[in-house]
């Protein structure tokens, strides 16, 4: 079945052709406009989607060699994500769907992080996933496809967020994670020390708000010139930590679970420490090519594609939902 896949939840605006889990054509707009503000603005993200959408959407179909008549498909991402940002995508997909007279599927962003590994390797269920971005952080037993057990998430920050949060503190820009990755990869990660929350709370949840604090407590100790000399240090510390956090909550649910298959996506999924940390657990990591760890739209066309074959669509009336979680 042929597929267009709409991804416009945050900064992102792509859109992706995708039939047999083959990808057909992806375009993808990562908006450069927020970059100055240090985050995320929703109403310029709004803007930025309703100028690059119908033009990415027009370049998807020459790339394919296709015409919007050869869609069989509209999937669409509804959330979870700014509510503006979502709307522009939904309604442009609902006009197409409309024009075309073709079903339409809303997908839960996090659900189309965890299929871009449906695209990329047999891999059979159960397994376990751990997706990690700049708005989440949930530990899940994927059962079956489209089948979740949220074993732990974050109780307040996400670890993107951390990532993000942090890189501001020290003046880097956004997004934070890859900053903090390339600096860290000249540090050491045990020259300062920072807190592992949550090691001993007796669940799967996740907490990354204490460590940001810890940074800025530790930041305002340090004069200006050392913070500036021990950068690296600071960036390896804090990653360290992060990963970390996130790799004992992993190794418990393994455990729990006895499933030694894992899949590691969203946008910190394509850390290398956290990548090179999950493997030394002696688990098979699957872990997408760093284009498929952030957002995209062939994440949302593939489970899309899924959905739509068994016959699962959603009415024309389908609203956002901007909190939409996985269960
Ligand atoms: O999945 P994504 O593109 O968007 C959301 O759904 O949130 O994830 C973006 C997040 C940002 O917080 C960014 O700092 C983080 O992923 N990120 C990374 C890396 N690349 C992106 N964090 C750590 N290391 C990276 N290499
Ligand atoms: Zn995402």
New binding site residues.
């Given amino acids: 079945m042929i597929v267009l896949g709409i991804e416009t939840?945050?900064d992102?605006t792509a859109v992706s052709i995708v039939s047999g889990r083959k990808v057909l054509s992806e375009k993808i707009y990562s908006q450069e406009v927020h970059a100055k503000y240090g985050g995320v603005v929703p109403e310029l993200a709004s803007r930025d989607h309703i100028k690059k959408l119908f033009p990415l959407t027009r370049e998807a179909f020459s790339d394919a060699g296709l015409a919007p008549q050869d869609i069989e498909g509209v999937a669409v991402s509804a959330g979870p994500g700014l509510p503006g940002a979502l709307l522009v995508g939904t309604t442009f997909a609902k006009g197409l769907a409309t024009a075309l007279n073709i079903p339409i599927i809303a997908i839960n962003?996090l659900e189309g992080?965890i299929f871009i590994i449906r695209l990329l390797y047999d891999l059979p269920t159960p397994f376990l996933a751990l997706l990690v971005?700049?708005?989440?952080t949930e530990l899940v037993l994927v059962k079956e496809w489209g089948e979740y057990d949220v074993l732990g998430t974050t109780r307040d920050d996400?670890?993107?967020?951390a990532?993000?949060k942090a890189a501001k503190a020290l003046g880097l820009p956004y997004?934070?994670?890859?900053s903090?990755?390339k600096l860290a990869k000249k540090g050491n990660p045990k020259a300062f020390e920072f807190p592992r929350a949550m090691l001993k709370s007796g669940d799967l949840d996740f907490s990354f708000s204490g460590l940001k604090t810890a940074l800025i407590n530790m930041l305002r100790k340090l004069k200006k010139n050392e913070v500036e000399n021990r950068l690296a240090d600071i960036a390896a510390s804090f990653q360290e930590a992060v990963v970390d956090s996130l790799i004992v909550k992993l190794a418990d649910a393994v455990k729990l679970t006895g499933t030694k298959n894992v899949a590691l996506v969203?946008?910190?999924a394509?850390?290398?420490r956290?990548r090179e940390k999950v493997s030394e657990l002696g688990v098979k990591l699957y872990a997408p090519p760093?284009k498929y760890?952030?957002?995209n739209a062939t994440m949302i066309a593939c489970a899309g594609e899924f959905y739509l074959e068994k016959g699962v669509s959603s009415p024309l009336t389908f609203s956002i939902k901007p909190n939409w979680g996985l269960q």
């Fill in positions: 939840s945050c992102e962003h992080h971005s700049g708005g989440h996400a670890a993107g967020e990532f993000d997004p934070g994670g890859p903090i990755e969203g946008g910190v394509a850390n290398e956290l760093k760890c952030t957002d």
